[in-house]
């Protein structure tokens, strides 16, 4: 089966502009999960999505994201206005049953300059 | 305020040593464990787990301890090889398994297994 899917790989963006990320879960996964790693640090939680549902926001950062998963197929996060201690390597993951070995994909690098 | 904590950021083994890789938590609601491998831009893979009902889980060359009193966990690879080097990471569950959602993870480890 394919994998978890993340696009774009890499993103460059300025302060203040706005990025979109995708993340393409593996088919029939219900659960949906954003993950951040910032500066080389540990990976922390932004948010878990049930099919279209968001069952956990509280990792969110701040009210510039923004996560949405309409059809409860791939989910997006938006960063608007983006700012310098945004960037980091943002991480998308699915799993069937709500447990805890589920499949990452690989990432995001966002870059704020 | 980090709740898994893993104080080594590196560790350096000869091939066929054993890699010993260390985390500890602060929380002691968590009852799952989990540790995940990650290469470089690659995402993090699932490695191995345990419950906080057990101490010792095996698979292979990969054995996780428990020790809850200590609030303590460690991963063994023995023998180690030089495909072993990566980031690890070791990730805590506040729900067990089938209902766990949201991980805590530590900072990592990047274990460097040299031939």
């Known amino acids: 089966e394919a994998g978890v899917t993340q696009f774009p790989s890499h993103s460059v963006i300025e302060k203040g502009q706005t990025v979109t990320l995708r993340c393409d879960p593996i088919s029939g996964h219900d659960n949906l999960y954003w993950y951040r790693r910032v500066m080389g640090k540990e990976i922390k939680f932004l948010l878990h999505?049930?099919?279209?549902?968001?069952?956990?926001e509280s990792g969110m950062p701040n009210n510039r994201f923004l996560a949405e998963r309409t059809g409860g197929t791939y989910s997006t996060l938006k960063v608007q206005p983006a700012e310098l201690e945004d960037s980091g390597v943002y991480f998308c993951?699915?799993?069937?049953?709500?447990?805890?070995?589920?499949?990452f994909g690989s990432g995001t690098r966002l870059t704020v300059v | 305020d980090q709740q898994v904590k893993q104080n080594s950021p590196s560790l350096s083994v000869q091939e066929g040593r054993i890699s010993i890789l260390n985390c500890d938590y602060t929380?002691?609601?968590?009852?799952?464990f989990l540790w995940y491998k990650k290469y470089p831009a690659e995402g993090p893979t699932f490695l191995i787990s345990i419950s906080s009902i057990k101490d010792k889980n095996e698979d292979g060359r990969f054995t996780v301890f428990l020790n809850k009193s200590a609030k303590h966990l460690s991963l063994h690879i023995v023998p180690s090889q030089p495909g072993d080097s990566a980031v690890y990471f070791c990730a805590a569950s506040l729900y067990g398994y089938n209902a766990g959602n949201m991980l805590t993870f530590g900072g990592g480890t990047r274990l460097m297994v040299k031939p």
């Open positions: 929380n002691s609601m968590f009852d799952y």
């Open positions: 999505f049930v099919k279209e549902s968001k069952q956990d």
């Open positions: 993951a699915s799993s069937q049953d709500q447990g805890g070995g589920y499949t």
